[in-house]
């Protein structure tokens, strides 16, 4: 074969040159097409993934919703569940997130009584602390205990405990014994007939029949009563918190007190409760109106909880936030002030 002249040798090698080009491109533009189907890949798997995040999202709503409705179809028809059981009594319950407790109240009672009957639950702020806060070993006391129901949520949340329940009412006492006994638990809670006071005695009592939540160590002004619910007068012992250490052990570990506008009587009556209680949580009602009318100094009794290094928190439906006192006494009227150390 002739050798191949330089003419030829030249446009070979440019031929060389131009094929070496042509696949460098081609294997540029494939190199493309890979990456550009890697980014058609990762963008449709994110469009499928935000697709299945809002659709979560949506079940999480419309079960959100289902939830709320079936709450609040328990809320309105369980004014349903009370029975008229005779001697003034009706027997309902309270129903709680998972807490179910019976309760024997006053069937002529129109302070409490219609308002728990309806909504199954009454001060859910307080109810809710107590809930969380409780523990099944705690010893507690309530004074002021009415027809027992913190007596009862005590009892039931410390079950391994002792709870102690003072009220001074006879009729509403019974209520207290009988509700222990329906709810068995008779072994946890002690029932207590009497009223507290800074000393051991005998207490005057005012009883309003038809509000019975509101009986005091005071008269209430005729003017502000109806004729039909004129008030009853009665005596019954008084004792001290010391004095009723002994049933509990010498400890106390939460303590309920709601005895309408008489709790500096009480608190001076707990100077060793304090002393060997240094923990003790006492969730009290808060009415300075109330506490005014008995001739108690507000600000005095204030500056008396302040000394005992007593800190007080509201309760409220987010649990207890830190207060201050003058905050405190400020506050016309409070259903659960937290006071601890």
């Known amino acids: 074969m002739p050798a191949a002249s330089t003419d030829q040798k030249s446009q070979i090698e440019a031929l060389r040159v131009d094929l070496d080009q042509i696949a460098r491109l081609a294997g540029g533009a494939i190199q493309n097409i890979s990456t550009q189907k890697d980014v058609n890949e990762a963008i449709v798997s994110r469009l499928l993934s935000v697709e299945a995040e809002a659709k979560v999202a949506g ?20 004014g349903a569940k009370a029975v008229y059981v005779g001697n003034d009594r009706l027997l309902t319950r309270m129903n709680f997130g998972n807490l179910q407790l019976m309760y024997l ?5 129109l302070l409490i009584v219609p308002h728990f009957v309806m909504e199954g639950c009454f001060e859910p702020e307080v109810t809710n602390f107590f809930a969380r806060t409780i523990r099944d070993a705690d010893h507690c006391l309530d004074v002021g205990a009415n027809f027992g129901y913190y007596s009862c949520l005590m009892g039931k949340l410390a079950w391994r405990g002792k709870t102690l329940a003072i009220e001074p009412d006879r009729k509403i006492f019974e209520l207290l014994r009988d509700n222990a006994l329906v709810n068995w638990l008779q072994q946890q809670i002690t029932p ?35 004729k039909q619910n004129e008030q009853q007068i009665f ?7 010391d004095s009723l250490l002994p049933q509990l052990d010498g400890r ?29 949580q006492i969730v009290m009602e808060w009415s300075p109106e109330q506490i005014q009318t008995l001739g108690f100094d507000v600000r005095q009794f204030i500056a008396d909880l302040a000394a005992l290094g007593l800190k007080p928190y509201i309760i409220g439906r987010d649990g207890a936030a830190a207060a201050t006192w003058d905050q405190v006494a400020n506050q016309q009227y409070l259903s659960g002030l937290l006071l601890h150390r």
């Open 59 to 78: 079940i999480h709503a419309a079960l959100e919703q289902i939830n709320t409705r079936l709450n609040r179809i328990e809320t309105l028809s369980h």
């Open 105 to 109: 109240v006053e069937a002529d009672d």
């Open 192 to 226: 207590f007939h009497g009223a507290v006071a800074d000393r051991e005695g005998t207490v005057r009592l005012y009883r309003c029949p038809r509000q019975s939540g509101n009986t005091r160590i005071i008269n209430t002004p005729q003017e502000s009563l109806s």
């Open 235 to 241: 005596e019954v012992r008084s004792v001290t918190i």
């Open 252 to 280: 106390i570990d939460i303590m309920k007190i709601d005895v309408e506008g008489a709790e500096p009587l009480a608190f001076r009556g707990m100077t060793e409760t304090f002393n060997t209680n240094p923990k003790i």
